[in-house]
């Protein structure tokens, strides 16, 4: 059941091993998980809705108090969090929640440039709340971006942007990662998008990971490859879905 | 480095130290780091007790002047003393019931008062004003024109006690309620919710941590009122009670007295409080 | 307030009869104990509701409102009330015998505070309350002593609760009027440290019940009133005769205090004199005025205005008829 | 159907009334059928005003008994001849640096402690009890106590007046502290924030509504201390004068002192609600 | 530039014309939208990430007074709106949230049915707060699945779900709509997800409807279908992609 990452990268950052997470007594959330993400890997997460894919990152940021269970994890000191909900402070303007608890002179220079990169350049002075939706997750994006954690923990920073910022801002994420090469654990909807950016994907599934790919496609990754549509297919039937994505309109 | 196991169960052996040096962390589960943390058994007993503590040994060791902080032993005795001579019991039940009515009669008019102003702005422009004036205002200044208006007997006492409660649950209501998220109101108003579900549904739940807040001042400050309004024409109450000792220089039964009030203010309030944790259990906040 | 009785004009005589169903709320906590225990009460052919009101300030606030009618005080509240738009009038005076013998207030001196005269005052720190009795007291005092005030320093303190006796032990005044149960436990708790009092050699025992002019002009209430006051000196004669039971019901049960502490106020308080001639309790009386006046800034008022004459045999009437021996 | 034009630059004339019957509606912009609506310009004078109209009609009407409640323009009358007299101007300096000074250290010590009990459990364990018995203590039965501790000279006065304000700042900040969303906690702890800037950026911020109201009733609350506090060795101030007027029964200089009273408080919580407007720009609430 | 639709439902549900709205001096949201949505017609709503989606959405429910602005909107009188932040009330329980304002005997029961119809049966009695990111969407619309609104305004209602869920939810939309046959104006960035729902697609962009396209296929709306392809490919380009899904990973 516990994959273990091959020699790809020389260490692991994240090392999870019999992770039990349950918040009612009846039906555990995470039920002996096993999972390593080597140093600089770069993977993705998919699951059911209700599967546990937020529950395990917030266990990895240490941030499940409201959770009973057992199991040991280690994570490097510097973890990076973007929220499922974006998370801005309401109270501080986006600028200054780019640079929550950054210090030093060039701070503010840095997030006015993370904001500029997230296409909200010269909406630095704006509270939170005067945002779209999509603005806030990227102000959320731009938050992390700004920082260098030895692993980067993402729940949906996608969900709310249309298909063009969406690819801008895969390219934002890879570039920060080809900087400083965190190890990234990025949960995502779309499979597309996890093929697209990650080393290896999993499915989590009942508690464990019950698929793990690893992506093998070699440069470019497009989507109409016949080899990326075979991961995909493979990805879609662990997520249930058997003949890919399909619907009649009519069936109802 | 060590992996803190979060529980007995782990599978997994602890790993060896160089780890560690790399810079890396095992993180035990839900520790925080910020925030005030775990709560502490009992802690609301330690501030008293310290409290009584430092009391009972300053009156022991004869820094604190027994003449005018009367050692805590003696206050034990003297109100025990006057409980057995069946003094003080009625005092406390005569002041407990003037405490209820006062708060029943207050906590209704001021919510009533407070969506009454909340939700309207007419509403407001008229209660509003004279409720910031009421509060300006000292009691015992007021106290001539409530003799004249209310008389001197028990009516009179419930009313002012029931004023002086009516201010922090009216303004703690009316702000919590108006503090309440544009968003929720939005999301009432597309569901064509009617004025009285909206009022259930939206305004009493989201002004409820607001009017909570009010109670815990509302009950003090219902104890505090039978100061003032049993030095009107009574002949029984611990606010008499003081107001004799303090004619006749009687520093024990002072003391008696400002502990009970210390006591009743406590407890009253831990009640509230209570009820806050038991009605707020859908928050998630830096308490928790 | 109910229906009042016809009106009585101020020189008219008093109706001998108490006409059914007239009410008269009474704040002389005291003398209810007295009548009840005395039987005096029974005797009282109105209906009567006892308030637990006295003293100047309480007693004026509860004649404006209109919810009492007539209230035992010291001499100074009814020149305070006429002085403020409260017209009053003073229907029973009393007083005690060998009153520099039986003070109602002590000098209390802080310890340390070499005061052995009302000379030595001078250049002293004096808590004063104006307004209250003590603050009246403290001004005839310094009249007595040929001080004025610019002579001592008054600190304006409030007499409530044992504020006075904490402030001489905590050295923050050197001399403050202290009476009754504090007198004894000033000195009882700091005599120690080398606090003590001396007499301030003044009469303060006038003792009056007094009444809103407007109530006195209700005939009814007149009536009741009258009949009130003529018993009112009998059943403080039946205190005396009846030591025991009185401190019981009174000091200790009433009041709280150890029968000790009742005691000791009682013996303090000595015999009452209930004078059956006024002119020389109005002539005193004018004395406080001109001095309070000066001290306060306010006009001179005429004593004898203050009082309502028709009332002054009335006390000793009933003293007459029942002695000290109650209703029995 | 009548459109209802949002503005009088609409474009497209109203559509034909047919369509109405069909149960059809044209929405005003941003019209809200739930909630307050929109302020009325100057609406916090019309209470005020009315209480006042009401007491100056039932002067002149004759049922407001002048002896209990001077008529207005007797009020305004004394209040001038205080004033030019050179009586009330010195009053009201002398009150007012008490006021200022004691609100200043209150709110400080306010604000400190319930940092200090809002962040750490042992910190409320030993503040919490304490301040909850301070503040269910009668101010009166406590001035024997604070006049041997601090004498009875202006520090006296001004810790008085402190201690007073320090409680609703306390609690209100306290209260406003452990309300903060937890989720905003967690936040600042995976950004890893120094203990300064989880306090400057999130738990000040964050409790800013609270203080603010909080702030509400120090300031009516050290106002009303001053009748206390000036009935101990004060020549001067406003709480001085309602005392010496209401033992002397000078029923229209009283008067004059709750007018003041109401005027100081009405006026320092219109301040108080200015700044909570401003600071709280972030909010959309029900309020706006 | 403003679309009209043409006869093929019986009279307009939406009609909204020369719609300004802007919430700063100098760059407005929605400069003179025109658009007119047919009785039982289904549109779908696509736009870059703050181009004005929600805000045209929020002046069709009447919620826009922080905006300023001119126009004439006519909406019907019963109008449902699935928020883009699920905003549940936190201080109600699941349950309490979806039957909201709802009256009568059945309400509890047509409440509980909604929950289990979007798989959240057993959870009536949960908090929001106790809800993942996707099961609180799902509550959000199974508020709306109770209801019978003339017009169903949903601000991308399946923003948090997965794959499969999203097509289970899908469905719930179609039979909902099937039932009562509401106009519905459907916000989404998912341009499969238009194509697969809707009988029209638009295109918001600087504040008008830029591009309008009928999705005229038959029966059964399979992405594998060339004219499907083309549609999809036709959107993306007007949403600024000019040839489809494409990224070059190592390009950064
Ligand atoms: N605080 C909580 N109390 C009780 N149950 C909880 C709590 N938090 C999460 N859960 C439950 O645990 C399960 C897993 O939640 P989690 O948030 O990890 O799901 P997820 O995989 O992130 O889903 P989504 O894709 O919808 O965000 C869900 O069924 C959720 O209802
Ligand atoms: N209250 C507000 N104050 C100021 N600007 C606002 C406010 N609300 C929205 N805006 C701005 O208006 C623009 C349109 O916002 P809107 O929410 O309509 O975008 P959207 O198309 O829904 O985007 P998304 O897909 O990201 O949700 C954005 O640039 C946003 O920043
Ligand atoms: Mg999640
Ligand atoms: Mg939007």
Same mark, same amino acid.
């Given at each position: 059941m516990a994959p273990h990452t091959g020699g790809l990268t020389t260490g692991a950052a994240v090392r999870i091993s019999g992770l039990h997470r349950s /918040? @009612? !007594?009846?039906? %555990?959330?995470? &039920? +002996?998980l096993d999972l390593q993400i080597g140093q600089g890997e770069f993977v993705a997460l998919l699951g059911r809705s209700g599967s546990g894919k937020s529950t395990l990152l917030r266990a990895l940021a240490g941030l499940d108090q409201d959770a009973t269970g057992t199991g040991d994890i280690e994570v490097p000191e510097q973890v990076s969090v973007v929220f499922q909900d974006s998370r801005l402070l309401p109270w501080q303007r986006v600028l200054r929640n780019v640079v929550l608890g950054l210090t030093g002179p060039g701070a503010v220079q840095r997030g006015k440039d993370a904001l500029a990169e997230v296409g909200l350049a010269g909406r630095e002075r704006a509270w939170p709340r005067e945002l779209s939706g999509g603005e806030q997750q990227r102000v959320a994006l731009a938050r992390s971006l700004v920082r260098e954690p030895e692993l980067l923990l993402a729940d949906? %920073? /996608? +969900? #709310?942007?249309d298909a063009l910022t969406r690819i801008k801002m895969h390219g934002l994420l890879r570039a920060l990662y080809e900087r400083h090469r965190p190890a990234v654990l990025l949960v995502t909807h779309d499979v597309d998008e996890a093929i697209v950016l990650a080393d290896r994907v999993l499915v989590l599934d009942h508690g464990v990971v019950k698929t793990e790919r690893r992506i093998d496609l070699d440069g470019t990754r497009d989507p109409s490859d016949p080899r990326f549509a075979a991961v995909r297919t493979e990805l879609l039937a662990a997520l249930g879905l058997a003949g890919g994505v399909e619907i009649k309109q009519e069936e109802s | 480095m060590t992996a803190v196991k979060t529980e007995a169960k782990a599978v997994v052996p602890p790993v060896d130290d160089e780890e560690l040096a790399a810079g890396r962390a095992s993180r035990p589960r839900g520790k925080r780091r910020l925030g005030p943390g775990k709560p502490i058994p009992l802690a609301f007993l330690i501030g008293p007790l310290l409290l009584l503590g430092v009391w009972a040994w300053g009156s022991a060791a004869g820094w604190i002047d027994d003449r005018v902080l009367t050692a805590p032993w003696t206050v034990v005795t003297t109100a025990w003393e006057r409980w057995e001579s069946g003094k003080l019991g009625p005092d406390l039940l005569v002041s407990t019931q003037r405490f209820a009515l006062g708060l029943l009669f207050g906590v209704l008019a001021g919510l009533v008062l407070a969506l009454v102003s909340g939700l309207s702005r007419w509403g407001e422009a008229i209660v509003d004003g004279p409720v910031q004036i009421k509060r300006s205002i000292p009691n015992l200044a007021l106290l001539p024109l409530l003799l004249l208006w209310f008389g001197i007997d028990e009516r009179m006492k419930i009313i002012t006690i029931a004023l002086g409660v009516l201010i922090p649950i009216y303004i703690h209501t009316h702000n919590g309620l108006r503090s309440i998220d544009g968003r929720y109101a939005e999301l009432a108003e597309t569901l064509r919710l009617k004025p009285a579900a909206f009022i259930g549904r939206v305004v009493l739940p989201g002004a409820l941590p607001g009017f909570l807040l009010g109670m815990r001042f509302a009950v003090t400050s219902a104890w505090l009122s039978l100061v003032v309004v049993e030095q009107v024409n009574a002949t029984s109450g611990i606010g008499y009670m003081m107001l004799l000792a303090g004619t006749y220089g009687q520093t024990d039964v002072i003391i008696v007295g400002l502990v009970l009030y210390a006591l009743l203010g406590l407890a009253s309030d831990a009640i509230v409080r209570l009820i806050q944790r038991r009605a707020l259990t859908w928050r998630r906040t830096l308490e928790d | 307030e109910e229906d009042g009785g016809p009106v009585l004009a101020a020189d008219a005589d008093l109706p001998t009869t108490v006409p059914e169903g007239t009410k008269l709320v009474i704040g002389d906590p005291s003398q209810q104990v007295a009548f009840e225990l005395s039987g005096l009460a029974s005797l009282l052919t109105f209906d009567v509701e006892w308030a637990n009101i006295s003293g100047g300030p309480k007693s004026a606030e509860a004649f404006r409102a209109k919810s009492l009618d007539i209230s035992s005080v010291a001499d100074i509240p009814p020149i305070h009330t006429n002085w403020t738009g409260l017209p009053t009038k003073i229907v029973a005076a009393a007083g005690r015998i060998d009153p520099l013998q039986h003070p109602i207030y002590d000098l209390g001196i802080a310890p340390g505070v070499d005061v052995a005269s009302l000379e030595d005052l001078a250049g002293k720190r004096i808590a004063y309350s104006p307004g209250q009795a003590q603050g009246a007291l403290i001004l005839r005092v310094l009249d007595a002593a040929g001080l004025t005030q610019d002579d001592v320093e008054l600190v304006e303190l %409030? &007499? @409530? #609760? !044992?504020t006075y006796s904490n402030a001489l032990a905590g050295g923050e005044v050197d001399v403050a009027p202290i009476g009754g149960t504090q007198v004894k436990s000033y000195v009882n708790k700091y005599g120690s440290d080398g606090a003590t009092t001396i007499p301030h050699g003044l009469r303060d025992d006038p003792w009056v019940l007094y009444a809103p002019v407007e109530v006195l002009e209700d005939a009814d209430k007149a009536a009741a009133i009258a009949e009130y006051v003529r018993l009112w000196g009998a059943a403080k004669l039946w205190t005396r005769a009846n030591r025991d039971e009185w401190i019981n019901a009174w000091y200790v049960e009433h009041e709280g205090l150890s029968v000790e502490d009742g005691e000791y106020l009682h013996d303090r308080e000595g015999e009452p004199d209930f004078p059956e001639n006024w002119d020389e309790t109005i002539a005193r009386h004018q004395e406080t005025i001109e001095i309070v006046a000066e001290g306060t800034g306010n006009e001179v008022l005429d004593a004898e205005d203050l009082y309502d004459r028709r009332f002054e045999p009335l006390v000793a009437e009933g003293i007459a008829e029942y002695g000290d021996g109650g209703a029995s």
């Amino acid at each position: 059941m516990a994959p273990h990452t091959g020699g790809l990268t020389t260490g692991a950052a994240v090392r999870i091993s019999g992770l039990h997470r349950s /918040f @009612t !007594d009846d039906r %555990p959330v995470l &039920s +002996g998980l096993d999972l390593q993400i080597g140093q600089g890997e770069f993977v993705a997460l998919l699951g059911r809705s209700g599967s546990g894919k937020s529950t395990l990152l917030r266990a990895l940021a240490g941030l499940d108090q409201d959770a009973t269970g057992t199991g040991d994890i280690e994570v490097p000191e510097q973890v990076s969090v973007v929220f499922q909900d974006s998370r801005l402070l309401p109270w501080q303007r986006v600028l200054r929640n780019v640079v929550l608890g950054l210090t030093g002179p060039g701070a503010v220079q840095r997030g006015k440039d993370a904001l500029a990169e997230v296409g909200l350049a010269g909406r630095e002075r704006a509270w939170p709340r005067e945002l779209s939706g999509g603005e806030q997750q990227r102000v959320a994006l731009a938050r992390s971006l700004v920082r260098e954690p030895e692993l980067l923990l993402a729940d949906e %920073p /996608f +969900g #709310a942007l249309d298909a063009l910022t969406r690819i801008k801002m895969h390219g934002l994420l890879r570039a920060l990662y080809e900087r400083h090469r965190p190890a990234v654990l990025l949960v995502t909807h779309d499979v597309d998008e996890a093929i697209v950016l990650a080393d290896r994907v999993l499915v989590l599934d009942h508690g464990v990971v019950k698929t793990e790919r690893r992506i093998d496609l070699d440069g470019t990754r497009d989507p109409s490859d016949p080899r990326f549509a075979a991961v995909r297919t493979e990805l879609l039937a662990a997520l249930g879905l058997a003949g890919g994505v399909e619907i009649k309109q009519e069936e109802s | 480095m060590t992996a803190v196991k979060t529980e007995a169960k782990a599978v997994v052996p602890p790993v060896d130290d160089e780890e560690l040096a790399a810079g890396r962390a095992s993180r035990p589960r839900g520790k925080r780091r910020l925030g005030p943390g775990k709560p502490i058994p009992l802690a609301f007993l330690i501030g008293p007790l310290l409290l009584l503590g430092v009391w009972a040994w300053g009156s022991a060791a004869g820094w604190i002047d027994d003449r005018v902080l009367t050692a805590p032993w003696t206050v034990v005795t003297t109100a025990w003393e006057r409980w057995e001579s069946g003094k003080l019991g009625p005092d406390l039940l005569v002041s407990t019931q003037r405490f209820a009515l006062g708060l029943l009669f207050g906590v209704l008019a001021g919510l009533v008062l407070a969506l009454v102003s909340g939700l309207s702005r007419w509403g407001e422009a008229i209660v509003d004003g004279p409720v910031q004036i009421k509060r300006s205002i000292p009691n015992l200044a007021l106290l001539p024109l409530l003799l004249l208006w209310f008389g001197i007997d028990e009516r009179m006492k419930i009313i002012t006690i029931a004023l002086g409660v009516l201010i922090p649950i009216y303004i703690h209501t009316h702000n919590g309620l108006r503090s309440i998220d544009g968003r929720y109101a939005e999301l009432a108003e597309t569901l064509r919710l009617k004025p009285a579900a909206f009022i259930g549904r939206v305004v009493l739940p989201g002004a409820l941590p607001g009017f909570l807040l009010g109670m815990r001042f509302a009950v003090t400050s219902a104890w505090l009122s039978l100061v003032v309004v049993e030095q009107v024409n009574a002949t029984s109450g611990i606010g008499y009670m003081m107001l004799l000792a303090g004619t006749y220089g009687q520093t024990d039964v002072i003391i008696v007295g400002l502990v009970l009030y210390a006591l009743l203010g406590l407890a009253s309030d831990a009640i509230v409080r209570l009820i806050q944790r038991r009605a707020l259990t859908w928050r998630r906040t830096l308490e928790d | 307030e109910e229906d009042g009785g016809p009106v009585l004009a101020a020189d008219a005589d008093l109706p001998t009869t108490v006409p059914e169903g007239t009410k008269l709320v009474i704040g002389d906590p005291s003398q209810q104990v007295a009548f009840e225990l005395s039987g005096l009460a029974s005797l009282l052919t109105f209906d009567v509701e006892w308030a637990n009101i006295s003293g100047g300030p309480k007693s004026a606030e509860a004649f404006r409102a209109k919810s009492l009618d007539i209230s035992s005080v010291a001499d100074i509240p009814p020149i305070h009330t006429n002085w403020t738009g409260l017209p009053t009038k003073i229907v029973a005076a009393a007083g005690r015998i060998d009153p520099l013998q039986h003070p109602i207030y002590d000098l209390g001196i802080a310890p340390g505070v070499d005061v052995a005269s009302l000379e030595d005052l001078a250049g002293k720190r004096i808590a004063y309350s104006p307004g209250q009795a003590q603050g009246a007291l403290i001004l005839r005092v310094l009249d007595a002593a040929g001080l004025t005030q610019d002579d001592v320093e008054l600190v304006e303190l %409030p &007499s @409530t #609760a !044992d504020t006075y006796s904490n402030a001489l032990a905590g050295g923050e005044v050197d001399v403050a009027p202290i009476g009754g149960t504090q007198v004894k436990s000033y000195v009882n708790k700091y005599g120690s440290d080398g606090a003590t009092t001396i007499p301030h050699g003044l009469r303060d025992d006038p003792w009056v019940l007094y009444a809103p002019v407007e109530v006195l002009e209700d005939a009814d209430k007149a009536a009741a009133i009258a009949e009130y006051v003529r018993l009112w000196g009998a059943a403080k004669l039946w205190t005396r005769a009846n030591r025991d039971e009185w401190i019981n019901a009174w000091y200790v049960e009433h009041e709280g205090l150890s029968v000790e502490d009742g005691e000791y106020l009682h013996d303090r308080e000595g015999e009452p004199d209930f004078p059956e001639n006024w002119d020389e309790t109005i002539a005193r009386h004018q004395e406080t005025i001109e001095i309070v006046a000066e001290g306060t800034g306010n006009e001179v008022l005429d004593a004898e205005d203050l009082y309502d004459r028709r009332f002054e045999p009335l006390v000793a009437e009933g003293i007459a008829e029942y002695g000290d021996g109650g209703a029995s």
